[in-house]
């Protein structure tokens, strides 16, 4: 029950905004949001809990509708430096192994 | 803080071969966690370790063991490589057992096995 990413790819130039979405079909506990540069560790950036939160920091927020199972990725006033793969990582019990989608690339321009 | 530290980062094999990637967790970390992605697609979960004990499992065979030591290090074993192992090999380390249902995960960079 991988969860589906969408866009698979987005290019966008700095100043620019992007959603990133990803939808399971199985009710979950959370969502984990972490992004990858080439070459590079996943960077975990946010998690969120059922209960239907939304939340963020600096320009990245990301929310969570329990009811359709779906998380949304928000990057706004998008820089150089948000440029890499973004994967989200559903938990469906709570401490349960995470299962990722297969990503969005995301390329940021001047 | 030392973060999440993988060993070797490069490795080459060929099929048959057996080959061990090792892992230190992040300061505090007392679970490793392993994961394997190949090229395009997201990490796929190997298996858990936590008090030095197998704990969860993913849908990997027999052939995928690993170890976790008393300082929470670990040790990812795989024998009979096939073509289809390459990939890059994810540790990730978390805080708590059961009772961190939060599960947040810090990954090291890796280690990149390629199959001949």
């Known amino acids: 029950q991988q969860p589906v990413q969408s866009p698979q790819a987005v290019i966008l130039r700095e100043g620019e905004d992007a959603v990133i979405n990803c939808s399971s079909s199985?009710?979950?506990?959370?969502v984990h949001w972490y992004r990858q540069k080439h070459g590079e560790a996943p960077v975990f950036l946010m998690i969120?809990?059922?209960?239907?939160e939304q939340k963020g920091h600096d320009k990245i927020s990301a929310s969570f509708n329990e009811k359709k199972q779906q998380s949304s990725l928000y990057l706004t006033a998008s820089q150089l430096s948000y440029s890499g793969t973004y994967f989200c990582?559903?938990?469906?019990?709570?401490?349960?192994?995470?299962?990722f989608g297969k990503g969005t690339r995301l390329s940021v321009i001047a | 803080d030392a973060g999440v530290t993988q060993s070797p980062t490069h490795l080459i094999k060929t099929r048959g071969q057996q080959v061990t990637l090792r892992c230190s967790p992040k300061?505090?970390?007392?679970?490793v966690s392993w994961y394997q992605q190949a090229l395009g697609q997201g990490p796929q979960f190997i298996f858990q370790?936590?008090?030095?004990?197998?704990?969860q499992r993913g849908n990997f065979p027999d052939r995928f063991s690993g170890h976790q030591f008393p300082n929470y290090s670990s040790e990812l074993n795989v024998n009979a490589l096939l073509l289809g192992d390459s990939a890059l090999y994810l540790c990730?380390?978390?805080?708590?057992?059961?009772?961190?249902?939060?599960?947040?995960?810090?990954f090291g960079a890796g280690t990149r096995l390629s199959v001949l």
């Open positions: 990730a380390s978390s805080l708590g057992g059961t009772v961190n249902a939060k599960n947040i995960q810090y």
């Open positions: 199985k009710a979950l506990y959370s």
């Open positions: 969120l809990l059922k209960g239907g």
């Open positions: 990582g559903t938990d469906s019990k709570g401490n349960t192994p995470l299962v």
């Open positions: 300061s505090g970390h007392d679970t």
């Open positions: 370790y936590y008090e030095e004990e197998e704990r």
